[in-house]
């Protein structure tokens, strides 16, 4: 990272597919949320469990892990920004503690091994096949969160914690008695609101443990804190809009930094739903037209790997585009000006 001019890692430690933190006050979140059932293949294709098939794939970062890897990295000049990815993206959470859920069933759940759970084909937010949130209108969540941020905080010296906030699915909590309930005893008109709800509360949480707040692009929507940072990841429009407003922006959009997208031709990567090639990641603006540049921190390149299966393969996608956003954050447009690639 520090060769190649990247001087903070952004450590995303939850997902629906495995939980990879050790919590110390809550340790079914890694004797069961850390383990899935071990299956390659093409990502979100894979059929129903066999009966009793094993979840052998998983692990997790031990408390000591963590240590040893925040001081490496402080030896050489990288801050790690933290993830706990919620109130979606929590599938993993919900199988090793049902009663984060407000749905009935959930104790049958398990992390997600690559099966479908969401319909996005009628666009965001997507349609839940599963429950994969954490319920809103449970008070055993801020209990959850407290235990959660307090490790968390304690590992991490970096001001910011990164919760999450994407992607998550509203049809379960449209139906659901306890979000109607918490909707019209707190006088909430929408759902976006309901988690605005809850990222408020959470962020009141993160501030009490000496922190600040980061969540992605989608927490605006119901109306967040003025507090808290954003990292605009769908295009540069929300990170464009939240700093004028305010907010503090970590640019990182789909259409320039998602090094997950296929770079190549299709017959010779690994399918996925989009591309990025390196001529596009060359021409990524961290201070697009219209920001206000105060409120910018920077820029961040993303490689999810659900679908990346070996190291060698993960340098494969990271590089070169890899080089090509390190010279955009670092190198003035002008001094890029001309240069091709």
């Known amino acids: 990272m520090v060769r190649y001019k990247y001087n903070m890692l952004h450590f995303h430690l939850t997902d629906d597919e495995g939980w990879r933190l050790e919590i110390k006050s809550l340790p079914k979140l890694t004797e069961v949320g850390a383990w899935r059932i071990d299956r390659t293949g093409t990502f979100n294709s894979f059929g129903a469990p ?14 000591e892990d963590i240590k040893e890897l925040v001081q490496y ?19 993993a959470a919900v199988a090793a503690y049902p009663e984060l859920s407000c749905t009935p069933g959930a104790d049958k759940y398990q992390p997600r091994y690559g099966q479908p759970i969401m319909d996005w084909s009628h666009g965001a937010p997507p349609i839940a096949l599963l429950d994969n949130t954490l319920c809103p209108a449970n008070e055993k969540i801020y209990g959850f969160m407290d235990k959660v941020l307090t490790e968390v905080a304690q590992l991490f010296p970096f001001e910011y914690i990164h919760l999450g906030g994407d992607e998550a699915p509203h049809n379960f909590w449209e139906k659901n008695a306890q979000v109607q309930a918490l909707m019209k005893r707190e006088g909430l008109k929408t759902i976006p ?14 501030k009490a443990k000496g922190k600040k707040m980061m969540g992605w692009d989608e927490v605006l929507e119901g109306g967040v804190s003025p507090s808290t940072a954003i990292m605009s990841w ?7 809009e939240a700093s004028q407003k305010g907010h503090y922006v970590v640019m990182s959009p789909t259409t320039f930094a998602y090094i997950d997208y296929m770079q190549g031709d299709v017959s010779v990567e690994s399918p996925v739903y989009a591309k990025l ?11 697009p037209k219209g920001a206000n540049a105060k ?7 993303n490689l999810w790997t659900e679908q990346v299966y070996t190291m060698r393969y993960a340098e494969y996608m990271t590089w070169p585009r890899g080089f090509a956003i390190a010279e955009s954050l670092w190198s003035s447009e002008e001094k890029r000006t001309g240069m091709a690639l």
């Open 234 to 240: 769908r295009g540069e429009k929300a990170g464009i």
């Open 73 to 91: 990295a402080s030896e050489r000049f990288v801050n790690i920004i933290p993830e706990i990815d919620v109130p979606g993206h929590s599938l």
């Open 277 to 287: 090639l390196l001529n596009q990641s060359y021409k990524f603006n961290p201070l």
């Open 295 to 301: 409120y910018i921190l920077g820029g961040q390149a």
């Open 50 to 63: 066999e009966p009793n098939e094993p979840k052998t794939y998983g692990g997790f970062y031990t408390h």
């Open 193 to 206: 609101q309901v988690q605005a709800y809850f990222e408020k509360r959470v962020e009141t949480i993160v």
